[in-house]
């Protein structure tokens, strides 16, 4: 049974920082590209940053570049997003994917809310 279980979420202050994870099981991580979306009230899902399968690419959307990092660590089947000075515009729902040619699957999210 495939598995993506996101957690790291919560409520932070502008300006600081969090953490967020994505456990896989079910399937050959290794094999996976893996990505980080977000879906905020009202808007589409957006892609955050991806990650090859290797770890050696990355990839992030323009709003997030100097923020964010990607990385996986293929041993613990799971991939990572560091999040950074995170502002009022980074709240949403966090979801993990993990594709590989026609196969994609979704975790079910986890929200992140940046408030004072």
């Known amino acids: 049974q495939v598995q993506l279980v996101e957690s790291g979420g919560g409520v932070v202050q502008p300006g600081g920082s969090l953490r967020l994870s994505c456990a896989a099981s079910?399937?050959?991580?290794?094999?996976?590209?893996m990505s980080w979306h977000r879906q905020a009230p009202g808007k589409e899902r957006e892609l955050v940053a991806a990650i090859t399968s290797t770890g050696r690419t990355t990839n992030y959307a323009n709003s997030v570049k100097g923020r964010f990092t990607i990385s996986r660590d293929n041993a613990k089947n799971t991939v990572y997003l560091q999040m950074n000075s995170l502002n009022a515009e980074d709240t949403a729902v966090y979801y993990c994917?993990?594709?590989?040619?026609?196969?994609?699957?979704w975790g079910q999210g986890t929200q992140v809310t940046v408030s004072s």
């Open positions: 079910g399937f050959t991580f290794s094999w996976y590209a």
């Open positions: 994917n993990a594709r590989y040619g026609d196969s994609s699957y």
